[in-house]
């Protein structure tokens, strides 16, 4: 007997609570019957038409993914724009859609916490601790093994992440680094707390020119690793969540997710 959509929503949110995400989000069901019934879950970073197809071949009732397909309001569901076809599709197939967003990248073991581990961080705590929930909150700090230079810290983050590249901002690219502040996804947001607790570089994506501009004025060097590769291993742990959750679950990670971005 399969779970129902509620029930594995609950799990979602007992790991990731709702609470914890920003104010601008929108995490949780965001379609779907709670209590329809769910033998196959697919898992993703982001609902593409890509992952609405493959959760249709494998027969799945549900997807969790980490971005959420529903942000900004929606003013028609038609099937002649993007948006409204895949919506449209996921309706008809009777597919429940949930997200984990920020309260994931707040929570134990979710972006941030699988970032800081692929790095090898020791001592690591949020960098922007939510008051009375203990080692939950947004970004991780924490220290380095041992000290290496910040290009070197650069061309460690594009392995760790199995990314083709990664952007360095940095005024001294020789300068010995040991504390690491982090925030996966889009994080400049908090490169001021990393500066207050004097991380000597900072890790996290989508970093604009005025941003990247300003940051080679300070201390603090910036490594830019994009978006996408900081964030997309927690589609797996997501996975593998849901599968202690319960053995008899299918669950199937998508794996044909591409970077938009094409380095060339």
Known sequence: MGRTVGEITAWMADWANPAWAESYDNCGLLIGHEQ???DTVVTALDVTEKVVDYAISVGAQMIVSHHPLIFRPIKSIVDNNRD???LLKIIENRLAVCAAHTNMDAALGGTNDIAAERLGLL???PLCPIEEEGDVGMGRIGVLPRSMNVRDFALF???AFETDSVRLISSNPNKLVYRVALCTGKGMDFFK?????????YLTGDVTYHEAEAALAGNVSIVDAGHYATELPIAEAIA????QEDESLQVFPFEGSRDPFVTL
């Open 36 to 38: 329809q019934q769910v």
């Open 84 to 86: 409204g076809k895949r």
């Open 123 to 125: 001592h690591v705590k």
């Open 157 to 159: 983050v594009k392995e």
């Open 193 to 201: 707390d990393a500066i207050q607790q004097d991380a000597d570089v």
């Open 240 to 243: 593998q969540f849901l599968q």
